[in-house]
């Protein structure tokens, strides 16, 4: 069983800050990839963010230059610090990590049950 617990979402105004956590734990190991994907009302889920276990990143071009990803692989937690919001931000959030789990042959895709950030005056 792997569980991927998120945290921090919330209501901000235009252009204020939030910071969102994903904290994965069970029998999942050897993670290669952490990020966030959101889901606004009416449109696809799209990616915003991903970090490789090599620290490599990957941003939509939407949020470059105001949101930052990071990952404690300690802790198996990859957070997403969020600048200069836009009302266009407004969206439920989603962790994901693939990584690999005992018993199973390849690595797995796994999703958190998403936090809502709502970015509103």
């Known amino acids: 069983q792997v569980q991927l617990v998120e945290s921090g979402g919330g209501l901000v105004q235009p252009g204020g800050s939030l910071t969102l956590s994903c904290a994965a734990s069970?029998?999942?190991?050897?993670?290669?990839?952490m990020g966030w994907f959101r889901q606004a009302p009416g449109k696809q889920r799209e990616l915003v963010a991903t970090m490789s276990s090599g620290s490599s990143t990957n941003y939509a071009s939407s949020v470059k230059g105001r949101f930052t990803i990071s990952r404690d692989n300690a802790k198996n937690t990859v957070y997403l610090q969020m600048n200069s919001l836009k009302l266009e931000d407004t969206a439920v959030y989603y962790c994901?990590?693939?990584?690999?789990?005992?018993?199973?042959?390849?690595?797995?895709?796994?999703w958190g049950k998403g936090t809502l950030v709502t970015v509103s005056s």
């Open positions: 994901n990590v693939v990584g690999s789990v005992v018993g199973v042959l390849l690595p797995q895709n796994y």
């Open positions: 069970g029998s999942i190991f050897n993670i290669r990839s």
